[in-house]
């Protein structure tokens, strides 16, 4: 498959798998995207030819920078030794160890091939194994040494991999020169990542003192940085790459930088970017090990000389291994530091299982692990290299799949599991509705109860309505009236998203019982008019059809719950084929449209006099329902009543004002309430900045829809 072809597909399939993810919440997304590409590799006859060279600088470049630009100063400086620790000691044990017991319990696999494969198994994914840990609580400081120690086994990792590999390709190691090598690829790799991020700032900050500010200018600089630092690093100083990107994401993450004072669109904008640019590339990562599957695979299962099941068996033997040296070198780590200071965290196998169990392989391994060479020094085949493919393959799955069923078993509250190519959004409802938020509880006795962010974005909402109420007039009622029913729609996913089922069951039968009383109003208003001679036979039938559909709709949906995008698709077909018909009808398809706009402006104030009369009712208790519900759904109908107005004089430009100043006036409204939550105490700060943020954002995109209008 071409090239720009093959970008498209894993493009698609990374927003497919994401879709996906919404649905089968319990399975993590990078299995998703591995399940994705291993059917397209099977199915399509679809393959990648992966090259460690490229992959890494596409790759596995932009996503360590960007790990260390996020990982927290004060953390990594105080963690700084038991991070370089783990990041150099426990690899060259899980390398060694590793290697000697793997070559003792599967013996066809040769003691210096064992290593290779225990030194490429080491890396671990930093995003995966900070949000695993955080969903299970564990300790801050375990927290922060696994994550830290993530960021930077990856350059240990390859190395021990890549003199293991050697000696098993050539038959001979010389330590000397392998502990010489390892501190020249480290220590020159760190000089020039910390010397070429010194370099790019400093020209960055003489661009900007030049004038040249320019944002996107800025932004796909900063993006090309990892890129040009490992290239630089790895093809001038033949040092390591990695630990170069690496070590220029933390500096440039602790230097103290002006851009949020002196330029904060450049931050927000390079902040989402990144998000976009690390969504898609992890994604690829993961399907490009489903699409590998097959190769890394098929040898060792259609191969008459392993047994498939035997293999698994093995697979299953190794990760053992490696979790079991996770689990003791984390208790010791624990235990080491109570007896040092007492007061730390108390040494628990527990807490070690779950840092073992968030040891989650991924992009690192699938990298090294198809540069191992077909043949050996000598010309014979390289031992077992079908199996070893198998076994890291099959750890990489195994990991992902225990990570995601055995930790939340163990944990008392786990969070979602995710990795880097998970939704960007994600963090900011972890952050918005984190455990300092929840709401209905109370933090002391004397203060108020603070609510979510959602119930917060709820009652911001409410103020814009009730601002957008006191400025309608007459003459800007359609303006109002759609952008009202736009704040309507936006509460009422919020309060179907913050309900559990048990909640939502009483509200969406009211808001049906409520929806059949004013379809039923609509018909009889629509016969009445048709026995009075007062619409055509045939503009009374189409717009009977249409309340029929919008009825058994609204049916479907309560109670036979399918896909949403299946029900929107079906709506999608039946307003096309609508359209065609009435394109396809004779020369007074412009006499039914007026037919059916007066019979539309009829029909809905029968609508609202149906449900007013129906709430009168001696057997109906007007307050069981759900007042928001019974309030939107008046001002559905009246939305409908102005837009099916054949006197609309107002120009398409003044309407447009209208709804600008309107909506001015909702945002003022929006931050005058997050403002007094703010100060009653009814929110926290972080939820408070959030809100205030989602309003900026609103704020902006209104002024760009006006700077583009102007350009126009």
């Not at 003044?654 to 009653?680: F, M, N, T």
Request: hydrophobic fraction near 50%.
């Amino acid at each position: 498959m071409p090239i720009i072809e093959l970008v498209i597909l894993l493009a698609c399939l990374v927003l497919l798998s994401n879709v996906l993810s919404h649905y089968l919440v319990a399975i993590p997304v990078s299995l998703i995207q591995v399940g994705l590409g291993l059917v397209v590799a099977l199915l399509l006859n679809v393959q990648v030819k992966l090259q460690t060279d490229w992959f890494m600088l596409v790759f596995i470049a932009p996503m360590l920078y960007n790990d260390g630009r996020e990982f927290p100063k004060q953390e990594l400086w105080e963690l700084r030794g038991a991070i370089f620790a783990n990041a150099i000691v426990l690899v060259f044990i899980t390398t060694i160890l590793g290697g000697f017991l793997i070559h003792v319990l599967i013996p066809t696999i040769p003691l210096a091939v064992g290593i290779a494969l225990a030194a490429i198994l080491s890396p671990t994914d930093p995003i995966a194994v900070q949000s695993i840990s955080e969903g299970v609580k564990l300790p801050k400081e375990i927290l922060h040494l696994v994550s830290g120690e993530s960021l930077i086994n990856d350059a240990s990792g390859l190395i021990g991999f890549k003199y293991a590999l050697a000696a098993a390709v050539t038959g001979t190691f010389v330590l000397g020169q392998a502990i010489g090598d390892f501190f020249y690829i480290s220590l020159v790799g760190l000089a020039v990542g910390l010397a070429l991020i010194t370099i790019i700032q400093l020209i960055r900050d003489i661009l900007r003192r030049e004038g040249i500010n320019d944002i996107v200018f800025n932004v796909v600089l900063q993006i090309l940085t990892p890129f040009a630092i490992y290239f630089i690093a790895e093809e001038w100083f033949h040092a390591s790459g990695v630990v170069a990107v690496v070590a220029a994401g933390v500096l440039s993450h602790l230097q103290n930088s002006h851009e949020s004072e002196d330029a904060p669109e450049l931050r927000l904008v390079t902040e989402r970017v990144w998000n976009v640019v690390v969504y898609l590339l992890n994604g690829i990562v993961f399907l490009i090990l489903g699409i590998e599957l097959p190769v890394a695979t098929q040898a060792t299962i259609k191969g008459a000389h392993t047994n498939t099941f035997h293999a698994v068996f093995d697979v299953l033997i190794v990760w053992g291994i490696l979790l079991l040296i996770r689990v003791a070198w984390t208790y010791a780590y624990m235990l080491f530091n109570w007896l040092r200071h007492h007061k730390k965290v108390k040494p628990s196998l527990r807490i070690a299982a779950l840092s073992g169990l968030s040891g989650v392989r991924g992009a690192i391994t699938m990298a090294g692990v198809f540069t191992i060479p077909t043949v050996i020094a000598t010309g014979e085949a390289f031992p077992e290299r079908s199996l070893v493919l198998f076994i890291a393959a099959g750890v990489i799955i195994v990991s992902l799949i225990a990570a995601a069923a055995i930790l939340p078993l163990m944990a008392a509250k786990s969070l979602p599991f995710v990795t880097r190519g998970s939704s960007p959004d994600e963090d900011d409802a972890v952050l918005a509705d984190g455990p300092d938020e929840v709401g209905g509880t109370d933090v002391t006795d004397n203060q108020p109860q603070q609510l979510t962010y959602k119930q917060a974005r709820i009652y911001i909402l409410q103020l814009a309505i009730q601002n957008i109420e006191e400025h309608r007039r007459p003459d800007n009622q359609r303006a109002a009236y759609d952008l009202i029913l736009d704040q309507q729609f936006q509460m009422r996913r919020l309060e179907v998203a913050s309900q559990t089922a048990d909640e939502l069951a009483p509200m969406l039968t009211d808001e049906l019982q409520l929806r059949l009383v004013a379809l039923n109003g609509e018909r009889a208003a629509v016969r009445e008019l048709m026995a009075n001679k007062q619409t055509t036979k045939l503009a009374g039938q189409v717009y009977l059809r249409r309340v029929d559909r919008r009825e058994q709709r609204f049916l479907q949906a309560t109670h036979k719950p399918g896909l949403p995008t299946l029900r929107s698709l079906r709506l999608l077909i039946a307003r096309a084929m609508q359209g065609i018909r009435l394109w396809l009808a004779p020369g007074d398809s412009d006499a039914l449209r007026a037919a059916l706009l007066d019979i539309q402006r009829e029909a809905s104030k029968a609508a609202i006099k149906a449900l007013s009369q129906y709430l009168k009712q001696a057997n109906v208790d007007e307050q069981q329902f759900d007042r928001q519900a019974l309030y939107h759904l008046i001002v559905h109908y009246r939305n409908r009543i102005e837009n099916a107005k054949n006197d609309h004089t107002l120009s398409r430009d003044d309407y447009e004002q209208q709804l600008h100043g309107l909506r001015i006036k909702s945002l003022g409204a929006e931050r005058a309430g997050v403002q007094h939550l703010l100060e009653s105490g009814q929110i926290s700060l972080r939820t408070a900045a959030k809100l205030r943020q989602f309003i900026n954002y609103s704020e902006n995109l209104l002024m760009l829809n006006d700077i583009e209008a102007d350009d126009d």
